[in-house]
């Protein structure tokens, strides 16, 4: 019995099908996409088809993941610490990822060609007024990553209903700026093809609401962990990632503000 004990920290993960699957999964939503995109007859059913593949992939792999962590027991200091530095080597590898839409921006904005008028915003382009739903939607988003920093010291202090509390703020928050995004989307002034300012502000703002849902959604199953009592003072990393992930959206939010919708509006 004692050749089976485990002998170090670390946790061996037992074989499963979700890897393969998810990959198959993207695999169909990306070549589905593409034909969508191209008019062929049968990609909106492809895409359809991927994106329902993909979303059932990422349900029934986290499952496992918690229940290696609650029930089995398997996510210990080592393993925790390992978790920590795939976190923060995900939010580095988004950092980059909008370093890329900053870096369109300001080369178009720093010199704008003889094409775009020599100015910027181009010619013909009605910036949106920043201090108007942009300065509405910075208050909300900063108000929520103080909540979401509530509900942390809430759980690491033992308070599990304040903890609640705050997070249930935190979600309500995120679905004001969702809601008011879009309804600034609506009303905006130009589309995503006007020029080359259209096309980076909205890849640039559409992809950050993107990141908001994706983090709305991140901490909605932390609210739900936490009233099954998943959470305690010293495990609890599944929100801690949560909490992260949601003021690195809050950073670039303030980015975006201040060159696209400030500097890159007057």
Same mark, same amino acid.
């Given at each position: 019995?004692?050749?089976?004990?485990?002998?170090?920290?670390?946790?061996?993960?037992?074989?499963?099908?979700?890897?393969?699957?998810?990959?198959?999964?993207?695999?169909?939503?990306?070549?589905?996409?593409?034909?969508?995109?191209?008019?062929?007859?049968?990609?909106?059913?492809?895409?359809?088809?991927?994106?329902?593949?993909?979303?059932?992939?990422?349900?029934?792999?986290?499952?496992?993941?918690?229940?290696?962590?609650?029930?089995?027991?398997?996510?210990?200091?080592?393993?925790?610490?390992?978790?920590?530095?795939?976190?923060?080597?995900?939010?580095?590898?988004?950092?980059?990822?909008?370093?890329?839409?900053?870096?369109?921006?300001?080369?178009?904005?720093?010199?704008?060609?003889?094409?775009?008028?020599?100015?910027?915003?181009?010619?013909?382009?009605?910036?949106?007024?920043?201090?108007?739903?942009?300065? %509405?939607?910075?208050?909300?988003?900063?108000?929520?990553?103080?909540?979401?920093?509530?509900?942390?010291?809430?759980?690491?202090?033992?308070?599990?209903?304040?903890?609640?509390?705050?997070?249930?703020?935190?979600?309500?928050?995120?679905?004001?700026?969702?809601?008011?995004?879009?309804?600034?989307?609506?009303?905006?002034?130009?589309?995503?093809?006007?020029?080359?300012?259209?096309?980076?502000?909205?890849?640039?703002?559409?992809?950050?609401? %993107?990141?908001?849902?994706?983090?709305?959604?991140?901490?909605?199953?932390?609210?739900?962990?936490?009233?099954?009592?998943?959470?305690?003072?010293?495990?609890?990393?599944?929100?801690?990632?949560?909490?992260?992930?949601?003021? %690195?959206?809050?950073?670039?939010?303030?980015?975006?503000?201040?060159?696209?919708?400030?500097?890159?509006?007057?």
């Amino acid at each position: 019995m004692s050749a089976n004990l485990q002998k170090h920290p670390f946790h061996l993960v037992d074989p499963s099908p979700w890897p393969i699957f998810a990959s198959l999964s993207a695999f169909v939503t990306t070549f589905s996409g593409v034909m969508f995109m191209h008019g062929f007859q049968g990609g909106n059913y492809g895409l359809t088809f991927g994106l329902i593949m993909l979303l059932y992939s990422m349900y029934v792999w986290w499952r496992d993941v918690i229940r290696e962590s609650t029930f089995e027991g398997h996510h210990t200091f080592a393993v925790q610490a390992g978790l920590r530095m795939g976190m923060l080597l995900f939010i580095v590898s988004e950092v980059m990822f909008f370093a890329a839409f900053f870096w369109a921006f300001f080369h178009s904005s720093l010199a704008p060609t003889i094409e775009l008028g020599a100015i910027w915003p181009p010619k013909g382009i009605e910036a949106i007024n920043p201090w108007d739903i942009p300065a %509405f939607n910075t208050l909300v988003l900063l108000t929520s990553g103080a909540s979401v920093t509530w509900a942390h010291h809430a759980i690491l202090a033992g308070h599990r209903k304040s903890a609640i509390t705050a997070l249930i703020v935190t979600i309500i928050l995120a679905i004001i700026f969702t809601d008011t995004q879009i309804f600034e989307y609506i009303e905006a002034p130009f589309d995503m093809a006007d020029s080359v300012y259209g096309s980076t502000f909205y890849m640039a703002t559409g992809f950050h609401g %993107f990141h908001v849902f994706v983090g709305t959604c991140f901490l909605v199953v932390c609210l739900v962990r936490l009233n099954q009592f998943h959470f305690t003072k010293n495990h609890h990393f599944g929100f801690e990632a949560a909490a992260w992930y949601w003021h %690195f959206v809050d950073v670039v939010w303030l980015f975006l503000f201040v060159t696209m919708y400030w500097w890159g509006g007057v």
